[in-house]
Each structure stands twice: as structure tokens, then as C-alpha cells.
């Protein structure tokens, strides 16, 4: 099992949901968050005068998933979140060790 952590522009979550759930990803989580990378944040104009944003705002999504389509998932957020401009976002994949469904007790592939 696979820990696939994105880190996407907001404008961009409901087509990665909609990518994911195309390919049977029946459930996310979705975090508002603040960061940068390269782009080291940006300069605004407010009322004429400039000031610099040193953290933009994101989306966290984060996904628990077989082993089996981890791969497809990847290139499901790569193609739904891409835009060609900085600022895209990351992705991250995490080996999962254990998962346990706490209403049923299920645990690992079926619990997902």
C-alpha cells in the first residue's frame, strides 16, 4: 500500500477529485495550506502599495492506495493538476504500513 500526498493550486482540486475518481480512488483528504518552493512567494498590489507574499496558498490531498494504482493515480494528478506554470505543486508517495477501517476492524487493502 501506497501514501500518495499532492500538493496542488486551489483553483486545481475539483479536477484532480474528479482525475482520481475516474480511476476508482473512492476517498481523500483535502487540507488548506500555505507554502512555496522555487517561486519563493510573490508580489501583490493592494490600494497602490506593493508588499511581498512569502507563503501562497495550496491544497494538500492526501490518498490512501493499493500498490496496484499508485501508478495511474500519479499520472491522474500530474495531468488534472498541471497548469505550465510554477507554482504546479508536488507529489509524494509514502510507503503505508498498515491501515485498519475503525467502524468494521478491516484492515490494509480492505480497509481502503
Known amino acids: 500500500m501506497k501514501y500518495l500526498i499532492a500538493i496542488v493550486k486551489p483553483h486545481r482540486i475539483d479536477t484532480v477529485r474528479e482525475a482520481l475518481s475516474d480511476i476508482g480512488v473512492s476517498g481523500m483528504t483535502v487540507s488548506e495550506v500555505q507554502g512555496y518552493?522555487?517561486?519563493k512567494g510573490q508580489k501583490?498590489?493592494?490600494r497602490g502599495a506593493e508588499y511581498?507574499?512569502?507563503f501562497?496558498?495550496?491544497v494538500k490531498i492526501e490518498v490512501a492506495l493499493d500498490d496496484n494504482v499508485i501508478d495511474q493515480a500519479i499520472e491522474a494528478v500530474t495531468n488534472a493538476a498541471?497548469?505550465?506554470q510554477i507554482g504546479d505543486g508536488k507529489?509524494?508517495?509514502l510507503d503505508?504500513?498498515?491501515v485498519v477501517r475503525i467502524r468494521t476492524g478491516e484492515t490494509d487493502s480492505n480497509a481502503l
Open 44 to 46: 501583490e498590489i493592494y
Open 91 to 93: 507529489i509524494f508517495v
Open 52 to 54: 511581498e507574499v512569502h
Open 56 to 58: 501562497l496558498p495550496k
Open 96 to 98: 503505508l504500513a498498515q
Open 37 to 39: 518552493g522555487r517561486q
Open 82 to 84: 498541471r497548469t505550465e
